[in-house]
Nanobody, 127 residues
Framework: QLQLVESGGGLVQPGGSLRLSCAGS????????IAWFRQAPGKEREGVSC????????YYADSVKGRFTISRDSEQNTVYLQMNNLQPEDTGVYYC????????????????????WGQGTQVTVSI
């Protein structure tokens, strides 16, 4: 059974940076597509970014392109989300998810594409 644990969230001022980590245990993450989702209060969970297992292709929501970078460290069995120039609208609980690579390639930002989810880490962007 694959387990995912997120870390790295916190409180940051607008324009600041955070790096989120998604650590896997039980199975090797490199065999899965890994995505980051976020959920703001009162809003639906939305896809932020994804990295595939096949060729390392990456996908980003339009709202974070140019500011966020997803990467994978297979030796550490961890996927990272580097978030720069954070804005108040980036506030929310960030979840990592693992799923079948083909399903993610078809619809990387669909929640149904992922079978395993972490518990989430809070990111708050505020003065």
């Amino acid at each position: 059974q694959l387990q995912l644990v997120e870390s790295g969230g916190g409180l940051v001022q607008p324009g600041g940076s955070l790096r989120l980590s998604c650590a896997g245990s039980g199975r090797t993450l490199r065999f899965y597509a890994i995505a980051w989702f976020r959920q703001a209060p009162g809003k639906e969970r939305e896809g932020v970014s994804c990295i595939t297992s096949s060729d390392g292709s990456t996908y980003y929501a339009d709202s974070v392109k140019g500011r966020f970078t997803i990467s994978r460290d297979s030796e550490q069995n961890t996927v990272y989300l580097q978030m720069n120039n954070l804005q108040p609208e980036d506030t929310g609980v960030y979840y990592c998810a693992a799923g079948d690579n083909m399903a993610a390639v078809i619809a990387w930002n669909a929640r149904d594409a992922y079978d395993y989810w972490g518990q989430g880490t809070q990111v708050t962007v505020s003065i």
